[in-house]
């Protein structure tokens, strides 16, 4: 088992530039979730999926759009990067289940990106 | 909405010196707590899952307490390998982690 992947590793843009980051899992998670992490302010969520074909907006949505067209694959793409923009990336997955139980979200190793 | 604190923002700690990390939370509904252990430049690593008050759960030096309005970690004779910066998180019924901004804990040999 891969986990939680991510690519690229690191990435900088210029502003205005768009690009998609990357990321899959292998363990058939039907949760899965976007957070960025800047220093002082904690992990904050992106977007998220319930599954194939469901997505939506978390905390910091804007100037992000996400797709989820299989179970594995959640990509992250910044439509016209700004400064701002500039953070640590993570993706996670999670197991749903259907009771009231919660299920622990399996981080990946994170994308730093600098917009310039 | 739901709002995690967590304090301090900061922990030194001489090895074998044993301490407490807090996280306070607001929530409506609560699924679950978790505490999750982040080495520099890697993402976090699940530690536990709390569900209801009184609950307690242990690994190795760290334990893990929830009461209806925080949740403790302390760490029991701390080794260098324990430092780390600790994220405490809360899930309400849609699924959506709430992350504190965690404490960063340093233990010196």
């Known amino acids: 088992n891969a986990g939680v992947t991510q690519t690229p590793k690191f990435q900088v843009l210029k502003t205005g530039q768009s690009m998609t980051l990357q990321c899959a899992q292998d363990m058939n998670h039907e949760y899965m979730s976007w957070y960025r992490q800047d220093p002082g302010m904690g992990l904050r969520l992106i977007h998220y999926?319930?599954?194939?074909?469901?997505?939506d907006q978390g905390e910091v949505p804007n100037g992000y759009n996400v797709s989820r067209s299989t179970t594995e694959d959640f990509p992250l793409r910044l439509l016209s990067a700004a400064p701002s923009q500039t953070s640590v990336y993570f993706c996670a997955s999670s197991y749903m289940g259907q009771g009231e139980f919660s299920y622990e979200q399996y981080f990946g190793p994170g994308t730093r990106l600098t917009v310039t | 909405e739901d709002q995690v604190t967590q304090s301090p923002e900061a922990l030194r700690l001489q090895e074998g010196e044993s301490s407490s990390l807090n996280c306070s939370y607001t929530?409506?509904?609560?699924?679950?707590l978790f505490w999750y252990r982040q080495d520099p430049g890697k993402g976090p690593e699940f530690l536990f899952t709390?569900?209801?008050a009184g609950e307690e759960k242990e690994k190795e030096r760290l334990k893990a307490t929830l009461t209806k309005k925080e949740s403790f970690l302390h760490i029991t004779a701390p080794k260098p390998e324990d430092s780390a910066t600790y994220l405490c998180a809360v899930q309400a019924g849609d699924y959506k982690l709430s992350f504190g901004a965690g404490t960063t804990v340093t233990v010196r040999a």
């Open positions: 709390l569900y209801s």
């Open positions: 929530v409506s509904g609560l699924r679950g």
């Open positions: 999926s319930v599954g194939a074909g469901i997505t």
